[in-house]
T-cell receptor, first 112, second 115 residues
């Protein structure tokens, strides 16, 4: 069974603080994605990382893929209230077709 | 370009009934995947269809089934509903993967409540 462990599950911080969310697995993924989901909506893709050791930046968000392609992190600098939401990591396995394994999610609440 | 649409958005059923959910992918997308999202289990993969064929399947009982039509629209069916089937059912469509990238676009989901 492929598992993708995501931590922390919940995070409540003040505006302006930094935070990091982690995803870890024993499986090797062909790529890894991060999504953000708002209430009443489906997840929206933020980034895809493909190469081991890859780092991608999206404004105040920094995404890193582990060298062995088994883990990833999302770092948010100077969080804003608009960052509040559910963040999901998803590992992509190429099994002939593509199978996506999602982490349980991190619910982030940024207080003004 | 219209996004992924799912109907209905909300559904209330009773135990033992069956339900059919519908998903229309983004125009040009031929792959459709279905997921179940619950607070306790998170997002769990149900199955993926490509060109009317089921290409991948998750670990769900046979009560969960799906199909895809020639126009790429997809339906999923749950028979003999149980209380634990209450969840948000999400559909995602994607283009053929390029360079190993499989980018999925999700619909807003169907919120199913089983009483």
């Amino acid at each position: 069974t492929q598992l993708l462990e995501q931590s922390p599950q919940f995070l409540s911080i003040q505006e302006g603080e930094n935070l990091t969310v982690y995803c870890n697995s024993s499986s090797v993924f062909s790529s890894l994605q991060w999504y953000r989901q708002e209430p009443g909506e489906g997840p929206v893709l933020l980034v895809t990382v493909v190469t081991g050791g890859e780092v991608k930046k999206l404004k105040r968000l920094t995404f890193q893929f582990g060298d062995a392609r088994k883990d990833s992190s999302l770092h948010i600098t100077a969080a804003q209230t608009g960052d509040t939401g559910l963040y999901l990591c998803a590992g992509i396995l190429n099994t002939g077709g593509f199978k996506t394994i999602f982490g349980a999610g991190t619910r982030l609440f940024v207080k003004a | 370009k219209a996004g992924v649409t799912q109907t209905p958005r909300y559904l209330i059923k009773t135990r033992g009934q069956q339900v059919t959910l519908s998903c229309s992918p983004i125009s040009g997308h031929r792959s459709v995947s279905w997921y179940q999202q619950t607070p306790g289990q998170g997002l769990q993969f149900l199955f993926e269809y490509f060109s009317e064929t089921q290409r991948n399947k998750g670990n769900f009982p046979g009560r969960f089934s799906g199909r895809q039509f020639s126009n790429s629209r997809s339906e999923m069916n749950v028979s003999t509903l149980e209380l634990g089937d209450s969840a948000l059912y999400l559909c995602a469509s994607s283009t053929p993967p390029r360079q190993g990238l499989n980018e999925q676009f999700f619909g807003p989901g169907t919120r199913l409540t089983v009483l």
